[in-house]
């Protein structure tokens, strides 16, 4: 049996979620809210740092949302999720790892929370954390777009674990107008938008909005 432990709105239970939906794999949700005063002991023993998601499959448990892309790929059949050319190989970690040490901060702790998410909760939100974001943001579509040009990954053609990353952050990233708006200058990111949008997998995982 296969368990999500995530929180709905994680960006990163999302990303997880649609690595399953493409290798089709069945699975359980078990909700929690990593933003809450005191996690559960539980949890904790199952990631020590108290984020989401952690997935669960048998007596294994694994977090660390690159990690556990990559063990869904290797421990379930269906589509490839990884290439085997060797450059492709690294550019979809390469991708994996910009998303993760550049973009989940400005993108979504700094614009998506600041722009979207809290106002949808009634939460205060910070017009200066928003805009540090949006300029922290540009360097990193900018990279994403010079990859996405070169084209062994974010083609619009292959659905890879790079896919899986990008696509959670860039469906929060563009429900701020401003976030929207600054991808449009980012012309290959915004033809491979076009794609992973519709796919699938990105639209049986949307969370919608709370207040939704
Ligand atoms: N490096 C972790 C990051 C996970 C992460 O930051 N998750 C967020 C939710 S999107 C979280 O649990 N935040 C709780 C907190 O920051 O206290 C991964 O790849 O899984």
Redo the contacts with the bound molecule.
Sequence with gaps: MVILRG?QF????RIARVALHEKDVAYEIEEID??QANLPHDHLKRHPF????VLSHGGFDI????AINRYVESAFEGPSLLPTEAETVGRVAQVVSIV?SYGYRPMIRQVFAHRVFRPSVGEDSDKTEMSQGLEASLPVLGALNALAVEGRVLNGKAFTLADCHLAPMIAYFVQAAEGANALKEYSAIVDWWAFAAERKSVVETDPGLPSS
Excluded at 63 to 66: K, R, S, V
């Design positions: 929180y994680s960006v990163y239970n990593p933003f108290g984020r989401v998601p977090y660390e949302t690159a993760d």
